[in-house]
């Protein structure tokens, strides 16, 4: 029996490497709805080829989203039902479709997002690094400069941080990784996850760079790197140091303004500055 509804988007994710993840009902959806839109549609019919499902493929990626968004919702408010889909895992996630849906939502028109495959949580729950918090930071800037400072904006995280990265950048990465957060963090690389080389590799920045740099074959495929978060000793020392700056800044700016100085300064939270400045005030 048919479970799709009329005028609903379906978010439906796709493999993000073994074809054996799609799963029944994101198949049930594919074949039934009225047209899938696809991040790339020559590479998604292959996909769905695998699968005989031969419905209308359109394309809908980063570059037209907002053009095409309002054809798609016409469509949905005519009462077809449509599917969105993006090259490998859950659309939305460092991939296309939050424009699309944010006005489906604002259009008052129903959404379904169908659980999957998605390279984070799959990479993260064969890790083997705490996962309790967490933050998703995607893809780096691919220039160098800028890479490195938004690394370093990230010293101080306390989460474990989880990155994407591409082939052609992996060696700068690890190399701007160890510059930045030192060589003795420990790190965990996942590479080429649910395909036949599936590879993790764990231990400090250093030692997973090393192994990376001495096999070509480790610098091949999609990547997400996983880092631990600062360790609470260096946490609290670069909160104990932005709060002094933050003191003496006050001399001269009113306490926000002096909080959020001394958080770009350090590359900390603004807001625990300024709550930790009160309650300081307040003893």
Excluded: W
Excluded at 7 to 17: A, C, H, S
Excluded at 143 to 152: M, S
Excluded at 221 to 228: C, D, N, P, Q
């Amino acid at each position: 029996m048919s479970q799709i509804a009329s005028g609903t988007l379906y978010i439906v994710p796709t493999p993000i490497g073994n074809l054996g993840d799609l799963s029944p009902r994101a198949q049930q959806v594919l074949a039934e709805v009225a047209a899938i839109a696809a991040e790339d549609t020559r590479h998604s019919r292959k996909l769905l080829q695998q699968f005989a499902i031969n419905n209308e493929v359109f394309a809908l990626h980063e570059h037209n989203e907002r053009e095409r968004a309002q054809a798609v919702i016409t469509r949905l408010q005519a009462g077809d039902s449509l599917a969105l889909i993006s090259d490998a895992g859950t659309p939305l996630i460092s991939d296309p479709g939050y424009v699309l849906v944010q006005q489906c939502r604002e259009q008052g028109l129903r959404v379904v997002a169908l659980p999957g495959p998605c390279a984070i949580t799959t990479a993260l729950s064969g890790a083997g690094l705490p996962t309790d918090r967490f933050t998703f930071e995607g893809f780096l800037p691919a220039k160098p400069q800028q890479r490195r400072k938004a690394l370093a904006d990230l010293v101080a995280e306390p989460r474990t941080l989880v990155f994407y990265e591409s082939p052609h950048r992996i060696v700068a990465t690890l190399q701007d990784l160890e510059e930045v957060f030192g060589t003795e963090r420990k790190m965990v690389l996942a590479r080429e996850l649910t395909k036949q080389f599936e590879t993790y590799l764990s231990g400090s920045i250093a030692e997973v760079a090393a192994q990376v740099n001495a096999d070509a074959n480790q610098q091949r495929g999609e990547f997400v790197l996983m880092l631990s978060g600062a360790p609470a000793t260096e946490q609290q020392a670069d909160v104990q140091t932005g709060l002094r700056t933050l003191q003496l800044l006050r001399a001269h700016m009113p306490l926000k303004k002096a909080a959020a100085c001394a958080a770009e300064i350090h590359g900390l939270r603004k807001n625990q500055l300024y709550q930790l400045a009160l309650e300081h005030d307040n003893t």
